[in-house]
């Protein structure tokens, strides 16, 4: 007898309602689970959404970053050349001048006309002192 259940269930309108309501629950539950389901799979595709874009917005301003700082180099560096070019151009057209040429002669080489003496000291810093106007 200790298998054996005595207990049995009515068949009235209070079971029937409590049946309904205890199936109408578990429906509530499964609903529930669903729901939260949904939205956790909905919050992790969002995430990795918001992750992936956020690494290539990263990534692009990194790299504009280092494209700009690369232009201004060599915008640096065109400057530097632009005026290392007009420097010699103006350097060529000087040593077309008669003068200049004579001048530049005499310092650096110690060139002299006849009877000039030339004396060089040790302390002397001209050497190429010409160019400077």
Do not use: C, W
């Not at 068949?11 to 949904?38: E, H, P, S, T």
């Not at 990263?58 to 201004?72: D, F, K, P, V, Y």
């Not at 007009?86 to 650096?108: F, G, P, Q």
């Not at 040790?122 to 002192?129: E, F, Q, T, V």
Request: net charge positive; no cysteine; hydrophobic share 35%.
């Amino acid at each position: 007898m200790a298998g054996e259940h005595k207990i049995k269930i009515l068949n009235n309108d209070f079971f029937k309602l409590r049946k309904q309501q205890a199936k109408l629950q578990g429906r509530k539950l499964r609903v529930r689970r669903v729901r939260k389901r949904r939205i956790a799979a909905i919050v992790l595709v969002t995430v990795v959404i918001t992750v992936i874009l956020g690494y290539q917005i990263i990534n692009t301003r990194l790299m504009a970053n280092s494209l700009s700082s690369q232009t201004q180099t060599a915008k640096e560096k065109l400057n530097n050349v632009n005026k290392e070019q007009s420097d010699l151009k103006n350097k060529v057209k000087r040593l077309n001048e008669e003068d200049y040429l004579e001048k530049m002669i005499r310092e650096k080489y110690y060139y002299s006309k006849k009877g000039e003496t030339i004396y060089s000291f040790p302390n002397d810093k001209s050497n190429g002192s010409v160019d400077k106007k």
